[in-house]
Structures are given as C-alpha cells and as structure tokens.
C-alpha cells in the first residue's frame, strides 16, 4: 500500500475516523493539531527514548528514523519510511488493562495503513539499547 492510496474512504473501511486528518501522496495521514505536540515531545524525553534514539539514528543502521511522527491522530515514538515501521517504547504506564486497550487499537489502526509496529519494553532498552535497536531492525525487515 502506498501512502497516495489511503484515502478517507479507506480509512472509514477499517474504522478509522478520517475526519481531521491531512493527507497527501508522500506522507501518512495525521492530525495537524499533533505537529507542534509532537515537536514539544522531541525537546525533553525518557532516558530509554534518548538511547533508543541514539542507536536508531546512528548511520551504521541503514535506515532513517523519526521520532515523536505524527500518524493518524497519534504520535509514534519512532518511525521509519523505509521499512513502513514504528517503534513505540512501553514504560510503566502501558501495563495497566485500560493502557493495553488503547495500544491495542492504536496498533491496529497503525497496521490498516499498511505500517508494522514493534513494541520494546522500556526497561530493555533501558539496559541494553543497541541489542534491542539491533533486534528491531532484524524483525522489521523480516516481516
């Protein structure tokens, strides 16, 4: 699927509320109302983001990340075009049933666009960030 290929049409079709989002042939739908959001996020991160980062953007890794991207009417923690990827970091918040859910969805509706979402425990990263960024990239160019 290519990004000039989602539509509000398609979106409704998987259960995605359109309304709100922009659109445009070289870029994923997102809520614009999540641009200046997402900026603020990228000024001041959790230690586990900053290595994650780190290691991710590093250029022996092959592929260009972003973090805190808007898609839909989410903000992904990272997100690599290449390899249609996002790269979300679960702490201590995520583990709660309700939290679960939400991912759940969220996932979901990442994956009715076409993107795969790989999920690190925040603790992992934590301790051992080029393993687990390593780990990342081997998953998301075998799926």
Known sequence: MFFRDITPEYLSSQGINPEGL????????????LKQF???????????????????RAKNMGYAFRRQYPILN????????????????????????????KD???DR???AIGLKVIRVNDGEVRKDAER???????QAEMK
């Open 132 to 138: 687990i960024a390593s780990w990342i990239i081997e």
């Open 74 to 101: 989410y903000i992904a923690d990272f997100y690599c075009k290449q390899l249609n990827l996002v790269v979300e970091i679960d702490g201590y918040s995520h583990f709660s049933a309700e939290a679960q859910e």
């Open 22 to 33: 922009t659109y445009g042939p070289n870029f994923l739908p997102y809520n614009p109302y």
């Open 38 to 56: 997402s900026r603020d996020l990228r000024k001041g991160y959790q230690l586990a983001e900053v290595k994650m980062w780190k290691c991710l």
């Open 109 to 111: 509706q990442m994956r």
């Open 104 to 106: 759940a969805e969220r």
